[in-house]
């Protein structure tokens, strides 16, 4: 599926762009964050309220459709967007490959694939590049991901050498075993750890197998935030302008902002439901833990500058009652509140690279996001 997408503009002074592309559902703006629905279901909230806080794709994980309820059983349903009456937007599934290397030895890796045990049952399974691509056609999502290998952090250079190579021969297996190219796009992964050779390796050789985009994989595995911004350069240096670029796993306010200045299109994480989950809330000025005391009488919103239907209508004192009185609804209002704090942080992050001034913008956001001392 060609995703048509372009580069509407380049920010003067950083890599950033904006850009567009096209799928059945509409134009689509980046850069752009997008929510994970683990398993079909971006958690406790319903796709009406995930549009409402203006999130334009959601993404969904292979390896726990696969285990629960089957693909076959999605496949019946007529897909994705079918099964979770997911009507507003896209959906982009994932490999599986993080969660199978979290729970596979290394000794059960091997050319062919991946061995492991299921988290639910105990039952052993081999997840291989055409295994991954078959669920996900069967799901039916618009952007689907090829089948790569999550090294841990840290390896040894040669390690990451063997691992890099295994993606790519996975990567073009991953290819030739999507059957449904004309109606589901399809990312490359880059990954080459902290190696600067080993990143530009995989970017240059995966680019020319001519993926719908390319995604850089490896982040937020345990480096510290300098490594982290290195193996973002090192990729994205190398990857196609033409094509959007993805960063995996990756959802903290100011990462996303380094992020697209070093040239990333779209991010996902889980963060935003799983603060939510904790009584943590996203602000500009950093995380709030809505349990403290001292939002008992605090009858303001979240936050003042917020357009969510949290803000809108409920106050601190509310939402901590529900949550220190374990009422889910409390979690379900922070949920709207973090996902809208975080598509509203994409919003203004386009508006100053149309700007010429996202340093700018990223010093400010910065000095205020960092400046309390009584966040959680």
């Known amino acids: 599926m060609d995703l048509k997408f372009k580069v509407i503009k380049e920010e003067k002074n950083t890599n950033a762009r904006l850009g567009t592309f096209e799928t059945k559902w509409g134009t689509h703006k980046t850069p752009m964050f997008m929510p994970v629905g683990t398993q079909a279901t971006v958690?406790?909230?319903?796709?009406?309220e995930l549009k409402d806080a203006h999130a334009d794709i959601i993404l969904a994980n292979t390896y726990h459709l696969w285990l629960?309820?089957?693909?076959?059983?999605?496949?019946?349903?007529?897909?994705?967007?079918?099964?979770?009456?997911?009507?507003?937007?896209?959906?982009?599934?994932?490999?599986?490959?993080?969660q199978v290397f979290s729970l596979a030895k290394p000794k059960d890796i091997s050319e062919e694939g991946?061995?492991?045990?299921?988290?639910?049952?105990?039952?052993?399974?081999?997840?291989?590049?055409?295994?991954?691509?078959?669920?996900?056609?069967k799901l039916g999502s618009d952007i689907i991901m090829s089948f790569d290998e999550c090294p841990p952090y840290p390896v040894t250079h040669e390690y990451m050498k063997n691992s890099v190579e295994r993606t790519l021969r996975w990567a073009k297996r991953s290819m030739d075993a999507n059957k449904k190219r004309d109606t589901q796009a399809q990312f490359g992964?880059?990954?080459?750890?902290?190696?600067?050779?080993?990143?530009?390796?995989?970017?240059?050789?995966?680019?020319?197998?001519?993926?719908?985009?390319?995604?850089?994989?490896?982040?937020?595995?345990?480096?510290?935030?300098?490594?982290?911004?290195?193996?973002?350069?090192?990729?994205t240096k190398y990857l196609p302008k033409d094509k959007i670029r993805y960063l995996m796993g990756?959802?903290?306010?100011?990462?996303?902002?380094?992020?697209?200045?070093?040239?990333?299109?779209?991010?996902?994480?889980?963060s935003p439901t799983r603060l939510a989950r904790h009584g943590n809330a996203l602000t500009l000025d950093g995380r709030t833990?809505?349990?403290?005391?001292?939002?008992?009488?605090?009858?303001?919103?979240?936050?003042?500058?917020?357009?969510?239907?949290?803000?809108?209508?409920?106050t601190k004192s509310y939402i901590r009652h529900l949550l220190v009185s374990e009422e889910s609804f409390g979690q379900r209002l922070i949920s709207i509140h973090n996902i809208r704090f975080l598509t509203r942080l994409m919003e203004d992050i386009r508006t100053h690279i149309e700007k010429d001034d996202l340093l700018e913008f990223r010093e400010e956001f910065v000095k205020r996001y960092n400046k309390k001392s009584d966040k959680n």
């Not at 991946?114 to 056609?137: A, C, M, R, W, Y």
């Not at 403290?292 to 209508?313: G, M, Q, S």
């Open 43 to 48: 958690k406790t909230l319903s796709p009406e």
């Open 68 to 98: 629960r309820p089957g693909e076959d059983v999605v496949d019946y349903a007529g897909g994705l967007h079918e099964f979770m009456n997911y009507k507003t937007g896209p959906i982009l599934t994932d490999c599986g490959g993080y």
């Open 114 to 137: 991946v061995k492991f045990k299921s988290h639910i049952d105990g039952k052993e399974l081999l997840l291989t590049p055409e295994k991954s691509i078959e669920i996900q056609n």
């Open 189 to 235: 992964i880059v990954q080459g750890g902290e190696f600067e050779d080993l990143r530009k390796f995989s970017a240059i050789e995966t680019s020319k197998l001519d993926f719908d985009g390319y995604s850089v994989g490896g982040v937020s595995v345990g480096e510290d935030a300098d490594t982290k911004l290195k193996m973002i350069e090192y990729a």
């Open 250 to 270: 990756v959802g903290e306010p100011i990462d996303l902002i380094d992020g697209v200045i070093r040239g990333i299109d779209i991010f996902d994480c889980v």
């Open 289 to 314: 833990n809505l349990r403290n005391a001292r939002f008992i009488k605090d009858l303001t919103p979240i936050e003042e500058e917020c357009d969510c239907y949290t803000c809108k209508n409920f």
